[in-house]
């Protein structure tokens, strides 16, 4: 690929991220609809757990940080209620190794979820079996459930109480747009919270 293939690659794809950009104004409600089911876990005293695979696994760790800590200097407040289940090594190994990879998140839902808690999952496909199983035990559980997806949704979609997609295919382009949606959810919770 010469030089000039290139920077048109590179014109192809900023212009599909804008895109993206422009149509995540069409699900505006569900994107405020979500940030204040958040918002209302927190203030009612129970936590925010997160779960994915991969690059979500990462990214899961990041919104628990941005909550935990805090996302600007400009805003200095009190720390908030979040884990990330993709986090502890060792019981992620050890449910791996004993129950079946499926069951990671499901066998931490179980021990920490607790009535009026939220499991976020985020899932490029919405089809990660350990994901469907630990929304599952949310709902025994009586945790809350929401979906930040890509394409149309997969499995997830059907059995997550509020999602919200990307509608696009390409895994880079869906994992670019939930850490997009994951800095405005944060700054939305600060704002609800902390005004």
Same mark, same amino acid.
């Given at each position: 690929?010469?030089?000039?293939?290139? @920077?048109? *690659?590179?014109?192809?794809?900023?212009?599909?991220?804008?895109?993206?950009?422009? &149509?995540?104004?069409?699900?505006?409600?569900?994107?405020?609809?979500?940030?204040?089911?958040?918002?209302g876990v927190i203030g009612s005293g129970h936590k925010i757990m997160f779960a994915g695979n991969?690059? *979500?696994?990462?990214?899961? &760790?990041?919104?628990?940080?941005?909550?935990?800590?805090?996302?600007?200097?400009?805003?200095?407040?009190?720390? @908030?209620?979040?884990?990330?289940? &993709?986090?502890?090594?060792?019981?992620?190994?050890?449910?791996?190794?004993?129950?079946?990879?499926?069951?990671v998140f499901a066998r931490q839902v179980e021990g920490l979820g607790q009535k009026g808690d939220l499991l976020v999952v985020m899932s490029t496909s919405g089809n990660s079996a350990n994901l469907v199983k630990g929304?599952?035990?949310?709902?025994?559980?009586?945790? @809350?459930?929401?979906?930040?997806?890509?394409?149309?949704?997969?499995?997830?979609?059907?059995?997550v109480d509020r999602s919200i997609l990307i509608p696009n295919d390409s895994p880079q382009r869906i994992q670019e747009e939930h850490l997009f949606l994951v800095h405005i959810l944060v700054e939305m919770i600060e704002s609800d919270l902390f005004a």
């Open positions: 690929m010469n030089r000039q293939d290139k @920077l048109d *690659h590179l014109k192809r794809l900023t212009d599909e991220t804008a895109i993206l950009r422009r &149509s995540l104004m069409e699900y505006g409600n569900q994107l405020l609809d979500i940030a204040d089911l958040m918002a991969g690059g *979500h696994a990462a990214m899961s &760790s990041h919104f628990a940080t941005e909550l935990i800590v805090r996302l600007t200097a400009e805003r200095n407040r009190p720390s @908030l209620p979040a884990i990330a289940l &993709s986090a502890d090594s060792g019981i992620i190994t050890a449910a791996a190794n004993d129950y079946g990879y499926d069951e929304v599952r035990m949310a709902r025994q559980r009586g945790v @809350l459930t929401c979906g930040l997806l890509g394409g149309r949704g997969g499995k997830l979609r059907g059995i």
